[in-house]
Structure formats: C-alpha cells, structure tokens
C-alpha cells in the first residue's frame, strides 16, 4: 500500500452531520482531500444524505454509515470531535481499516478514558487536544506566563461561553487553560481548581483557580482568564468566530501526524512548542 502524503490523503470524520463534522468535510474538500466516510448514530435521519450535501459542497458520492469501520475503509487520517465513550469505540474499530492518524477534539474524558486513548496510542498516531484553534495556544501560553510571573496572591477566574447544545462543562478549551495557569504556578490543576462559588458559605479561597461557565444562543466559543489583585484586574481573551478556524487546526494537525510514529501528541507537539516534534 502507498503511503499518503501531505496532499494526497483521504479522511473520515466522526459525527459528520454535526457543526464540527461538516466543517471538517468542506475544509477537507477546499484543500483538495478524499472525503472517504464518515460516521452518524444508527437511526440518525442523516445516514441517507450525501456527506457533500451535508458539509455545502459538491456532492461526493459518499454516505454516513453508522459502523467506523465501514466509514474508515477507505481512508488514512480520522477526525473525530464527539463524545467520550463514541471516540473510544471507534479507536477500537480503527484497528480493522487503514487508518493510522487519528485528529482527536472530544473533551471530557475521565481519567480511566486518558489511559484507554495512550493504549489506543500504541497503534495510532493520535493528535487530542482541548482546541485546535492557533490562537487558542498562544492564549494558553500567555495564561502560563502570566501566572508564573504574577505570584499566587493574584486570583485566576476562567470565563467559557458556548452555544447552548454543549454538554461539557467546563470545555476542554477552558480546562487547558486552567492547567496552563496551574503550571504558571508550579501546581496541578486538580490540586488549584475551586468549585463553583454557591450557596451560603462560597468564599473565594486564596491562590485557586475558579471557574464560570455560560450556555447561550449560537456562541462558537468565547474564553478568557483574568488575573486580579487588591488594585488592579489583568484579562486575557479569545473568541471564535467561525468553526473553520478549528477544523484547519486540525488539518494542520493530521499533515504533521502523517509522519511520526504511533504515540499520544498535543498541539503543543505539532507547533514545536513541547520539545517532541521531531
């Protein structure tokens, strides 16, 4: 079998009727990849539409099936931006189709899932991260520079606004945040993260790190982390403005996966930011 390269591979996309899958699909398509497959749940009322039609592009001859096997049969890399529990079991179905990259956008997985993804990894090379937009990363380390350099006297507040059909909370994005804040400090996260401030007796506690969510309308995504002292409030931000900023994230992401070895990577990886990209 010839290997694919950098402009000659096909995709299969998890949940390919969703916001994110049929962004993926039309980016895919505009740079001048297969679309091989993708995935929808069995029953869904999707399964009989083109996935062209469903991503705004030319029709592509291809349906969504409701096996990752039979989506996959055809393609190199696999994009999925689902659930936890679906991610897994497609991982798992991979091992029986060509595809050997794995672009990996769920959140929220539990620490028993983390370590069945690194198994995962053994065989796949697998790109997760909790964003794939470029800004996001330098948002992350400035959050990560800006607690190192502002002391633990400083408040840390993380701010997510999603569309209201998100199930998550907080979202991959603002945990990474976190984490990133938690290293400025020397800590871990799960040892500076506050609960939500509630009730009667919710007082901040001293050098952690807290966290709000909102849920509204269309919002793509909106963060931020604001550093506050007695005197003074510093705010770090980013906003999304469209999907298709993440799904060429991810794109970049699948042509640098294209030519390592199968392991579990970040986007800190592929942006040369981790030491680990060679």
């Known amino acids: 079998m010839t290997e694919p390269t950098p402009d000659s591979f096909s995709v299969a996309i998890a ?7 049929r962004q993926l699909a039309a980016v895919s398509h505009r740079h001048g990849l297969t679309v091989a497959g ?5 029953g869904s009322p999707h399964l009989d539409t083109d996935i062209g039609d469903l991503a705004g592009i030319p029709n592509l001859g291809v349906k969504p099936s409701s096996d990752p096997v039979v989506a996959a049969a ?8 689902t659930r936890p529990a679906a991610t897994l079991a497609a991982l798992e179905a991979l091992k029986h189709t060509p595809v050997r990259v794995a672009i990996i956008g769920t959140t929220g997985f539990s620490p028993a899932e983390e370590k069945a993804l690194q198994t995962a990894a053994r065989d796949l090379v697998i790109v997760k991260s909790g964003s794939f937009a470029l ?14 350099s502002l002391g633990p006297d400083w408040d840390i507040e993380v701010l997510e606004t999603h569309h209201n059909k998100k199930v998550d909370a907080p979202s991959g994005t603002a945990l990474m945040l976190g984490e990133a804040a938690a290293e400025g400090r020397g800590g871990t996260l799960d ?4 609960g939500p401030y509630d009730g009667p007796d919710a007082a901040r506690e001293p050098g952690k790190i807290g966290f709000s969510v909102r849920r509204m309308g269309g919002v793509i995504g909106e963060h931020s982390v604001s550093f506050g002292s007695d005197t003074e409030i510093v705010t770090l931000s980013h906003t999304s403005l469209d999907r298709a900023m993440f ?6 992401a699948a ?3 294209l030519a390592r070895k199968p392991g579990l990577y970040s986007m800190d990886d592929v942006l040369g930011l981790s030491g680990n990209g060679a």
Do not use: P, Q, S, Y
């Open 15 to 21: 949940g390919v009727a969703g916001r994110m899958g």
């Open 247 to 252: 799904a060429e994230g991810a794109l970049k």
């Open 74 to 81: 055809k393609a190199d890399v696999w994009f999925d931006f």
């Open 38 to 42: 993708g995935t929808e749940v069995a």
């Open 255 to 257: 042509i640098w996966a």
């Open 191 to 194: 040892t500076l993260r506050t």
């Open 135 to 148: 800004g996001i990363k330098l948002l992350e380390t400035l959050v990560r520079r800006a607690a190192a």
